[in-house]
């Protein structure tokens, strides 16, 4: 199983950012996937998850803010994240969410004052 982020970086404050995971080594299209991160000095938490019906679950900080999608077709899961806020940095992973995880290697979203 691979899992790639991409799509992390610096933004300002109410700025938005899209991540992408690509997947490769699963059936995709049966596969649960979520979003997690982890800010430093913190424990990772789980942001939003998607089934592969399409129906999603948040987080209570993230509700209204992010969403969460997926192509089957391609592969790939997506976290659009609109009215950042600094409280937000961290590094995001993405993760298999059935059985036991697998894990990509993260990328590093930093959202400024």
């Known amino acids: 199983v691979r899992l790639v982020e991409s799509g992390g970086g610096l933004v300002q404050a109410g700025g938005s950012l899209r991540l992408s995971c690509q997947a490769s080594g699963i059936i995709f299209g049966f596969a649960a996937m979520g979003w997690h991160r982890q800010a430093p000095g913190k424990q990772r938490e789980l942001v939003a998850s998607?089934?592969?019906?399409?129906?999603?679950k948040y987080a209570d900080f993230v509700k209204g803010r992010f969403t969460v999608s997926r192509d089957n077709a391609k592969r790939t899961m997506f976290l659009q994240m609109n009215s950042l806020k600094p409280e937000d940095t961290g590094v995001y992973y993405c993760a298999t969410a059935y059985g036991p995880p697998n894990w990509g290697q993260g990328i590093q979203v930093t959202v400024s004052s």
């Open positions: 998607v089934a592969p019906d399409g129906s999603t």
